[in-house]
């Protein structure tokens, strides 16, 4: 499983990124320009250009052979044979890609948890697991967060159904989730097939190179 990180270093919305909307498909073109904000606007943007730099980097194949397509409320897909997932927050993007199986990603800003929602949203020792931290309860809920959103992202329905059944902190489950501290980020990615995690730092020059140069 690669999964891939990138940190925007200017969230303002210029030229270049203009002229990388040409190469995003024309119904993901306007999904970007809908946002109102130009981080928002290149949070999308790049998420997708991300995608399919590595969908073309994994199978040989060059970016105008692969389609990838965007359905409301489903996860994205793509002709290349492998399953993705993305997210992205605030300045940053995360994306795995497994060449078996099914994957999702999620990452979160660590701050400001709503641990008012615990327990409409994780399991009881999902919620244990945070209660009984010593220190770094800010991190427990963000890592719990995460998982349980790569995980139902995986299967194609998101934070849309009875989440307190679903338990990441059980090993049957877990081994199947890997988490990781990225700056001021929690990350996770679930595979259901390849256990083998190669991370992966991206940079926004390298996809303005692979795109335009």
Not at 23 to 32: F, L
Not at 95 to 118: H, R
């Amino acid at each position: 499983m690669n999964c891939i990180y990138l940190k925007l270093t200017d969230t303002n919305w210029t030229a270049i990124d203009q002229l990388l909307l040409s190469y995003t498909s024309e119904n993901r073109a306007e999904n970007v320009l809908a946002y109102k904000f130009d981080k928002d606007k290149k949070l999308a943007l790049y998420a997708d250009l991300l995608a399919q730099m590595y969908l073309s980097i994994l199978t040989g194949k060059p970016t105008k052979a692969i389609q990838v397509k965007y359905q409301k409320n489903r996860k994205p897909s793509s002709n290349s044979g492998l399953d993705f997932s993305f997210a992205h927050s605030e300045d940053s993007i995360l994306l795995s890609i497994v060449q078996k199986g099914v994957t999702g990603a999620d990452l979160e800003l660590v701050a400001n948890p709503p641990f008012e929602v615990m327990d409409m949203v994780f399991s009881k020792n999902e919620c244990a697991y945070i209660d009984t931290a010593k220190e770094g309860a800010y991190d427990r809920f963000f890592e719990m967060w995460t998982r349980k959103e790569a995980y139902t992202k995986a299967l194609g329905y998101g934070l849309i159904t009875d989440l307190t059944s679903i338990s990441t902190a059980d090993t049957k489950l877990s081994d199947s989730l890997f988490t990781w501290r990225e700056s001021a980020y929690l990350c996770s990615v679930y595979s259901s097939d390849d256990k083998k995690f190669n991370k992966i730092i991206s940079k926004e020059s390298e996809v303005i190179k692979f795109f335009l140069e």
